[in-house]
């Protein structure tokens, strides 16, 4: 198993920045894919990003050149810069690391192991 802790969130005007960061306990297998999720209030979770073992990342349509997600495996901790911010974009970030994460799910049985989340608040 593995602990997650996410921390970054805050409140931000529409148009400004945010960078999340998702600390891991541990060195994970390298066949293990790590994501952002984020639920809005009275909404499901759903997929923000996940990223692959050779770097490469799905992002949601939702985010798409606007969030930047990357990883810094020396210090097993996973960053999301979210840029343009949206009111949209609001809800509580989670990370999440497991085999075969999918950024097409939805739900918190998409993954085995979550941090305790971290709210984000857009206003216009």
């Known amino acids: 198993q593995v602990q997650l802790v996410e921390s970054g969130g805050g409140s931000v005007q529409a148009g400004g920045s945010l960078r999340l960061a998702c600390v891991a306990s541990?060195?994970?297998?390298?066949?293990?894919?790590m994501g952002w999720f984020r639920q809005a209030p009275g909404k499901g979770r759903e997929g923000v990003v996940v990223?692959?073992?050779?770097?490469?990342?799905s992002y949601a349509d939702s985010v798409k050149g606007r969030f930047t997600v990357s990883k810094h495996d020396a210090k097993n901790t996973l960053y999301l810069q979210m840029m343009s911010l949206k009111p949209e974009d609001t809800g509580v970030y989670y990370c999440a690391a497991d085999l075969g994460l999918s950024i097409y799910c939805s739900g918190d049985s998409c993954s085995h192991n979550w941090g305790q989340g971290t709210q984000v608040i857009v206003s216009s």
């Open positions: 541990k060195v994970l297998p390298s066949s293990y894919y």
């Open positions: 990223i692959f073992s050779d770097g490469s990342a």
